[in-house]
């Protein structure tokens, strides 16, 4: 009864934080800048909480930290809610983030250290299949309900929703584009206050275009909204900005290196350069009367339903007032470039009250958890493992804390756990970060081509599936005979599925059909086999201070996916994808190597 309900907590504050924020500032008009910079920030809780996961373990039960953390995030969502309507809304809101990161780590560690305590260790291999797919769950509910909650809320207090259909046709020989030339001043309607549209249907060629014809476009039409308010235009220069100069790096390790790379295992591909770039198409929009002195509506603009592959490029918020309502802003779209059949796509404006809109969408979180804090405290068991230290005082707090990053290290083995977690993700780690790139690239660039939209299909629903399918089926098999009996097929189903890839970029398959049977393949086996890695964090994990240790072990997870992950892009600039995967095929032996040093105990996770 409470695994499902746990994990959906642990779940919903980390997408609330890392997605649901994102998407938020950027409805009420926050630059990407101060966005970007702002929220990657909000990682570091969890990157961090080993060094006070001690502190759970020695004050009070985990059970006690659920409850609490669960009712503090709640609190941390009110605080959100309550200061989105104030003038300072960013720094406020802000500041309930990092509360909410805060607790949520912390909500993190004594949630898994429960499971561990109140699940023997066949039970622990048996669900976890369930927390994760309980997690999943969490995360499509906070991308997707919790937005759509937002809009419907925001299209209920404003005017009339403005709906544009953008159609991708292969079969259009003659486009109309609206120049800001085009329209003047708009005179004035009757009847209520509402937006009026040059088009409500834009239809767009499948034909490319030269990339300068669509910067050069695109421009224009920033110009013009800059210049009549609709949007200011973005400081970009706040970050990101580096020295023109060369790293003594980059001069002495990674370009020498780089070139030797190329000349010996680069493939031999003559890569085009594309000079091409999605078709667009653009509309105006403006309001049908002046409002009144003061008075300021806001125009949101953003996908509603159709072809991922068909995006909003420019305009998606819109002010207007007094001084600009009858001045055309322009609304641009743009078609991926690869896409070439028939196809459709449709977007919604909403004007309503985005702040009270997204006031009540995280009051129905706060409410979400203060039930999340009251149910658990009646439904979660209390095990005799979970039990506070007898006497605490602040020599005791020092001397457990040190300890436990001691007798972490001082276990058997700790030198081949240690390896086992930093390794076994050593090639999927590489890998992962080009998948997406793989898919998207041109063919002549070594990638499959696909469009946006297929890839969110293979991924977003077939990949879905399988991958929870395969956690699902991993944690019952692991539960009937053991971690140890399936420790080398879990490990070589997901280190080995790098095969699928490799053959991917072998073929360059435009057959969709087998790249689905191939992601899903991959994905299934992916799920199935990381069982294995999570069951041995446990497993290691077990002792009188589990909480802490599993804490730790995960921090170990996060630096073996991030240090792989940051010159996977360069080397596969460097030798191309079906050089890049044939590596990463040849990386697994690492992880085999960590696996066959480990020592596991032949009933741990086996049905007794």
Not at 160 to 168: G, H, S
Not at 313 to 329: H, M, Q
């Amino acid at each position: 009864m409470w695994i499902p309900s746990l994990y959906l907590a642990e779940g919903l504050p980390y997408v609330a934080v890392m997605t649901v924020s994102v998407i938020m500032y950027k409805r009420m008009g926050v630059s990407n800048t101060d966005i970007a910079l702002y929220t990657s920030w909000l990682y570091l809780p969890w990157v961090i909480k080993p060094f006070w996961s001690p502190f759970v373990d020695i004050l009070k039960t985990k059970r006690w930290w659920i409850v609490v953390m669960q009712l503090l995030t709640g609190a941390a969502f009110a605080g959100i809610a309550l200061t989105i309507p104030v003038p300072l809304f960013f720094q406020a809101t802000l500041a309930f983030f990092w509360l909410l990161a805060f607790s949520s780590a912390t909500h993190d560690i004594a949630a898994d250290g429960f499971y561990m305590l109140a699940l023997d260790t066949n039970s622990q291999a048996k669900f976890v299949g369930i927390r994760s797919t309980f997690y999943r769950v969490a995360t499509i509910f906070g991308q997707g309900i919790l937005i759509i909650i937002a809009g419907a809320i925001e299209s209920a207090t404003g005017m009339e929703p403005v709906k544009i259909t953008v159609e991708a046709s292969p079969h259009c020989l003659e486009q109309q584009i609206v120049r800001p030339e085009m329209y003047g001043m708009m005179s004035q309607y009757d009847g209520d206050m509402r937006f009026v549209t040059s088009a409500n249907q834009v239809t767009i060629a499948t034909d490319s275009v030269h990339k300068d014809s669509v910067r050069l476009f695109l421009e224009t039409i920033d110009k013009h909204n800059q210049k009549n308010n609709f949007y200011q235009k973005e400081d970009k220069t706040a970050v990101g900005t580096q020295s023109s100069g060369e790293s003594r790096w980059t001069t002495n390790v990674s370009r020498p290196l780089g070139k030797w790379i190329k000349a010996r295992f680069g493939e031999e591909r003559e890569v085009v350069e594309m000079d091409y770039a999605g078709n667009v198409g653009v509309t105006a929009v403006w309001l049908s009367r002046c409002p009144e002195r003061g008075e300021t509506f806001v125009l949101n603009t953003s996908p509603d339903r159709g072809d991922a592959s068909i995006s909003i490029v420019k305009g998606e918020r819109l002010t207007f007032d007094a001084t600009n309502w009858n001045k055309p802003a322009y609304i641009a779209f743009q078609l991926d470039a690869k896409l070439a059949t028939v196809s459709s796509a449709e977007f919604k404006g909403l004007s309503g009250n985005n702040r009270l809109a997204w006031t009540i969408a995280f009051v129905v979180l706060a409410a979400l958890f203060v039930m999340f804090g009251l149910f658990h405290r009646v439904v979660l068991p209390k095990p005799d493992a979970d039990r506070r230290a007898l006497s605490v005082t602040v020599k005791g707090i020092v001397k457990d804390f040190g300890g436990a990053f001691v007798s972490f290290f001082r276990k058997a083995d700790a030198s081949r756990a240690v390896f086992f977690m930093l390794t076994y993700r050593f090639s999927e780690a590489q890998a992962l970060k080009l998948v997406n790139p793989f898919l998207l690239d041109a063919r002549n660039a070594g990638g499959l081509g696909l469009t946006t939209r297929q890839v969110g299909v293979a991924y977003g629903t077939v990949g879905i599936v399988a991958l929870t399918l395969g956690g699902i089926t991993g944690g019952y098999a692991a539960a009937r005979g053991g971690l140890k009996k399936w420790l080398w097929p879990m490990s070589l189903s997901v280190l080995m599925l790098t095969a699928v890839f490799v053959f991917l970029s072998y073929t360059q398959t435009e057959n969709f059909f087998i790249i689905n049977a191939c992601i899903f393949i991959e994905q299934l086996g992916y799920g199935f086999g990381f069982t294995a890695y999570m069951l041995y964090l446990i497993y290691f994990s077990e002792g009188e201070q589990k909480t802490s240790h599993y804490a730790i072990c995960t921090g170990f997870m996060a630096l073996g996916m991030m240090i792989p992950g940051m010159f996977a892009g360069w080397l596969q600039e460097l030798i191309g994808y079906t050089n890049f995967f044939i590596w990463v095929m040849i990386c697994t032996i690492v992880p085999l190597t960590a696996v066959a040093l480990l020592k596991i105990d032949t009933n741990f996770g086996k049905k007794g």
